[in-house]
């Protein structure tokens, strides 16, 4: 069946490397003609992978990729009506800006006459005429990245591929050539499939962003609902600054954090539902108010830019305040401990009693990806358990409620999870491979040396890749009857 | 003693050691030959020795013969190296560095030992001796520095830009036609002076893989200084500077390649 409305469709794509590991992991996508697509995430989250697998270097381990409703999964990349702009510009050291321009077109056995009025026009439209007979190498980043482009649009192909064109640029050039990359695909009408691990420029440049992360796709959507409707707190921290912190929803429309309840204006939650909330640091309201008397509000808000109305207020002490050029960054501690940050045109010095607001429309309700931990394990004699590979002691009375050889299911809270300075101390051994700051605590993921990832709330601070060791006290552990 | 620590810390001082070897060994050497051409045995200015080569149809004809025997080898050498060094570059061996070793191994012994060897292996076998002994013998000797410095230029391209031409709607014969063998033109050039330069004045592996029976350039030049007494060695030294000067011209047309800026390995 033929689908004329999307250019390319990717369908339950998987990615397996020898080594065994998922660098995507059903991955499906849908790209309509003369969209501006990106596709964003940190490093080695499957992004390139993902590129390379429409543009025909590699092949996916399952599923496919339609182009125009054709399968294109296995065709060799010389056959695809697709271009790419590499990252590091794969220019041809041995010929010229003409000769490498012309490449797909000589290529195609095209007369003298068509090469030369494409190559030219192919260069006009990248700002680079009269720099045909130039040496490739005696051109700047900028202007070997113009003609990377160029070689690429001057085949006219369905769909262009651009590969992170702009991460060796310097920021001003950055700026300049994502204007005219934005230019240039209104301009031809071609499809864009863009790559990138910088949120600015996919905000800035896309019709639709793609965010990815571990080879899967945690959301699309357009730069403003991934902005302001993240999915999940990965694509919440990912993208901007924000405060994320566990919340209940209560109802419809209520929800409960940093221990008041607000009005909000999600639904479909259920009733006392654990979630994640996200405030972004810009749609907090804050002026000077020690919150014992409410009433005298209004005399620190001379500009009338407080909303008035049955809002939420809650109260804290700035504790940094840093000119970001626009704005003030600062960081507020309310006296129930929670952290937050809050972006304003004012300045609140460290000290100030504070008095904060949000909208209930800029509250971002989501659902939470897990509870606990959870594994699945099975009795060992003794009254040990088996998971991630160990045997581990369990308090007698949830022991004595099976026998050896069930098969069961672990679960332990977050917060019931201890670290170790040091590894050799821990019964198992990882690494920390993501951190969330909640307000109050931090939430992070621990990969262990087998691959199995551990969540962890603690208050100690620990950085990105420190090597801990992993402790659970028997109390801790929670049996369930598994399937 | 601050002048003596002056001396001895300038990097200038340190140079003069070597200033003086290159005098003596390398400069002084190349003089004597150019006079020695130019001179009878009595010391006078004379052609007689060019007029001599040019006049015995047995050394021209020598001379064209070595340099054919160089050509053949340098061509067979480049046939047999290119493909060896892509594979090695390219294909995805578990363990290419361990390949380019095993190639460059039997540098590790002296050549005249290897050609002694290979003489006896064709004893055992009662293969004659003769020019395909020698073709042989030079190709084995001379193939590793083939294929190493086309190994290297091969393995430093960049990986992006043979995906950049399957991009741009060029298959395999193209992608090599256009882009990998242009790119890797620099490292032939080093393998065809490498081995072009050492062939054409062999004569070693010629004597003992030919028992004597084929006489190449450079056995001639031996001869002319170890076997004809004083009064031939004006008749070598032309013969040498003859032949320095094909060498010369050979290593002049490599290197005036713009592609040769970009070091292909050993030169």
Redesign the interface.
């Given at each position: 069946m033929q689908n004329t409305n999307y250019i390319i469709e990717v369908n339950n794509v998987s990615k397996q490397f020898e080594d065994g590991k998922f660098a995507l992991d059903n991955v499906s996508l849908s790209v309509q003609k003369g969209e501006f697509v990106t596709i964003l995430g940190p490093s080695g989250c499957g992004k390139t992978t993902l590129l390379r697998c429409i543009?025909?270097?590699q092949v996916a381990t399952s599923g496919d990729i339609l182009l125009k409703g054709e399968d294109i999964t296995r065709t060799?990349?010389?056959k695809r009506p697709?271009?790419?702009v590499?990252?590091?510009y794969?220019?041809?050291?041995?010929l010229n800006v003409f000769d490498n321009v012309a490449?797909?077109l000589k290529?195609?056995k095209l007369d003298k006459d068509t090469i030369v009025k494409r190559v030219k026009q192919a260069l006009k439209t990248v700002g680079m005429t009269d720099y045909e007979y130039r040496d490739v190498d005696s051109l700047s980043g900028g202007q070997q990245q113009r003609v990377a482009i160029a070689?690429?649009i001057v085949?006219q192909p369905e769909v262009l591929l651009l590969d992170e064109p702009l991460a060796a640029l310097d920021l001003k050039m950055r700026k300049d050539m994502q204007l005219e990359l934005k230019e240039m695909h209104k301009k031809l009408g071609i499809t864009f499939i863009y790559v990138t691990h910088d949120q600015e420029e996919a905000l800035t440049l896309s019709d639709r962003v793609v965010v990815m992360n571990e080879g899967k796709i945690q959301q699309i959507g357009t730069p403003t609902d991934i902005y302001n409707e993240p999915v999940n707190c990965f694509v919440a921290d990912f993208i901007g600054e924000s405060n994320i912190l566990n919340g209940i929803m209560i109802h419809d429309r209520r929800v409960a954090f940093c221990e008041q309840e607000f009005d909000c204006i999600d639904e479909g939650f259920g009733e006392n539902t654990p979630v994640d909330v996200v405030i972004r640091p810009e749609d907090i309201y804050i002026w000077k108010s020690d919150g014992s008397d409410l009433s005298q509000q209004a005399d620190y808000d001379p500009e009338d830019r407080i909303p008035k109305g049955k809002f939420t207020k809650w109260y804290g002490t700035v504790e940094s305040c840093i000119f970001k050029g626009v704005h003030y960054e600062m960081m507020v501690l309310t006296k129930n401990g929670y952290e937050f940050m809050v972006q304003d045109y004012h300045e609140f010095l460290p000290g100030t009693e504070v008095g904060m607001l949000v909208k209930p429309e800029d509250i971002q309700v989501m659902k939470k990806e897990r509870l606990y931990n959870s594994f699945e394990a099975e009795m060992k004699e003794g009254g040990r358990v088996r998971f991630l590979s160990e045997d581990w002691d369990v308090s007698d009375n949830m022991a004595e409620r099976f026998s050896a050889g069930d098969k069961v299911q672990v679960r332990i809270n977050f917060e019931r999870v201890t670290l170790l300075d040091h590894e050799e101390d821990g019964v198992l051994q990882g690494e920390v491979h993501f951190i969330l700051y909640k307000g109050d605590h931090y939430h992070l993921t621990i990969r262990t040396d087998d691959g199995d990832d551990i969540y962890v709330d603690t208050n100690d601070v620990w950085d990105d890749g420190d090597r801990v060791g992993i402790q659970i006290a028997p109390s801790s552990i929670r049996l369930v009857k598994g399937e | 003693m601050n002048k003596l620590t002056a001396i001895f810390g300038s990097r200038r001082t340190w140079a003069w050691p070597y200033v003086l070897f290159l005098v003596l060994f390398v400069v002084l050497p190349l003089l004597l030959i150019f006079v020695y051409t130019f001179t009878d045995p009595q010391g006078h200015f004379t052609l007689r020795n060019f007029l001599q080569f040019f006049q015995t149809s047995e050394a021209v004809n020598t001379f064209i013969y070595s340099l054919a025997i160089a050509l053949l080898t340098t061509i067979i050498c480049l046939l047999l190296g290119y493909p060896a060094a892509y594979i090695m570059a390219t294909a995805e061996l578990k363990t290419p560095a361990v390949m380019a070793m095993l190639f460059i191994l039997p540098m590790w012994i002296n050549f005249l030992l290897r050609t002694i060897a290979t003489v006896e292996l064709f004893n055992m076998f009662s293969i004659p001796l003769g020019e395909g002994a020698l073709l042989y013998g030079m190709c084995y000797d001379f193939l590793p520095f083939m294929i190493y410095p086309i190994y290297n230029t091969l393995q430093k391209m960049?990986k992006?830009?043979i995906?950049?031409?399957?991009?741009?709607?060029?298959?395999g014969r193209?992608v090599f036609a256009?882009?990998i063998l242009?790119?890797s033109?620099p490292g032939i050039y080093s393998g065809i002076i490498m081995v072009f330069m050492p062939t054409v004045s062999t004569f070693a592996i010629a004597e003992l893989l030919t028992r004597n029976k084929i006489t190449l350039f450079g056995s001639l030049i031996q001869r002319a200084f170890g076997e004809g007494g004083l009064q031939m060695w004006n008749y070598g030294a032309a013969l040498s500077l003859i032949m320095l000067i094909i060498i010369g011209l050979t290593s002049f047309f490599g290197n005036n390649d713009d592609?040769a800026d970009?070091k292909g390995g050993l030169l």
């Open positions: 543009a025909g270097f060799p990349p010389h697709v271009n790419t590499f990252q590091k794969a220019l041809f050291p041995h490449f797909g290529l195609k070689r690429a085949n | 960049d992006s830009l995906e950049a031409a399957h991009d741009l709607g060029a298959n193209e256009k882009v242009p790119l033109m592609a970009q």
